[in-house]
């Protein structure tokens, strides 16, 4: 009697197992005929393990796992930093922004790579080189439009920076030929300028500002506050200048601007890019 009723447990897990085959195999065929490429979505042979490994356990059960000393499983996960602002610096009012981009992958952007310039995204920063001095500052652009806003990025200048190796801020922006550029050079001072689609116009020439922190392998925040026609430009959280234009005064679009004056193949380390939409 007992080895019968051993035989009829063995046969019906035997069942239960040809089923559960069955079911993962019907499961496989359905994501892999409607996977599309991007983020969601897509059937990933992780994704289809992990579907089989559910529906076993669920037949058969799964053992206690063996704790392996020092495994990252067994430890609590790693706080998220959050940064923080002296009392006088403009972010510490600001609260979370309304968008960031930690460049964790390239969803935002059209990266390119030509004979003047070059965009990469990895390892959490957004890398953008000037291949050759001596040419006309480059930019490029993401696809959000706003046109009251607080705007800042951070970036960390290479080994070798020097002069008016430049970088910044590129913003209201009807498209790629139009819009404002804001930045800091390695000498340490500001520019705020216009490119209207034909004309290069400076509209606050290269300012030195001590909230600027000039050379080699330095991080600077670059903010630009706009309301309508009214500019404040911003290095580290401090106010450096004000100035008006009303040009291109909508919701545009913004993104990074760079430019070498003697160094080959320039490349600034953005880690942040984030905005406060102001009401």
């Given at each position: ?6 035989q ?16 993962i195999?019907?499961?496989?065929c ?15 042979a992780d994704a289809i393990?992990t ?7 669920a037949?058969?059960?799964?053992p206690?796992?063996?704790?392996t000393v020092?495994s ?18 403009l972010r ?10 930690a ?5 935002n952007?059209?990266?390119y790579d ?5 965009t990469e ?7 953008y ?7 006309p500052?480059?930019?490029?652009i993401?696809r959000?439009e706003?046109?009251n806003?607080?705007l800042?990025?951070t970036?960390?200048?290479p080994g070798q ?13 009807p ?19 216009k490119w ?7 509209l ?10 000039a050379?080699?392998?330095?991080t ?8 309508d026609?009214h500019?404040?430009?911003y ?26 004056e003697?160094?080959a193949n320039f ?6 890019l ?6």
């Amino acid at each position: 009697m007992e080895n019968m009723e051993k035989q009829n447990r063995n046969m019906a897990l035997t069942i239960v197992a040809i089923v559960a085959v069955l079911v993962i195999l019907a499961l496989v065929c359905a994501l892999a005929g409607r996977a599309a490429p991007g983020m969601e979505g897509t059937a990933t042979a992780d994704a289809i393990a992990t579907q089989v490994a559910l529906t076993v356990t669920a037949s058969f059960g799964t053992p206690a796992p063996t704790p392996t000393v020092g495994s990252t499983a067994t430890q609590p996960p790693a706080p998220t930093p959050t940064a923080t602002f002296a009392p006088d610096d403009l972010r510490a009012g600001l609260g979370e922004p309304h968008w960031r981009d930690a460049f964790d992958n390239d969803a935002n952007w059209t990266l390119y790579d030509t004979t003047e310039s070059r965009t990469e995204i990895g390892n959490g920063f957004l890398y953008y080189t000037m291949k050759q001095p001596q040419e006309p500052s480059n930019w490029t652009i993401t696809r959000p439009e706003i046109r009251n806003f607080y705007l800042e990025a951070t970036a960390t200048t290479p080994g070798q920076c020097s002069g008016k190796d430049r970088y910044g801020l590129f913003f209201r922006a009807p498209d790629e030929n139009h819009g404002y550029l804001f930045g800091f050079s390695c000498d340490g001072m500001f520019r705020l300028a216009k490119w209207d689609g034909q004309n290069f116009e400076v509209l606050l020439d290269w300012t030195p500002n001590g909230a600027i922190r000039a050379g080699a392998n330095q991080t600077n925040r670059v903010g630009v506050w706009l309301e309508d026609d009214h500019f404040r430009l911003y290095a580290n959280g401090v106010l450096l200048a004000e100035y008006d234009d009303d040009q291109f005064n909508g919701r545009n679009q913004f993104g990074f601007h760079i430019g070498s004056e003697n160094t080959a193949n320039f490349t600034v380390a953005f880690d942040e890019l984030v905005y406060w939409e102001l009401e």
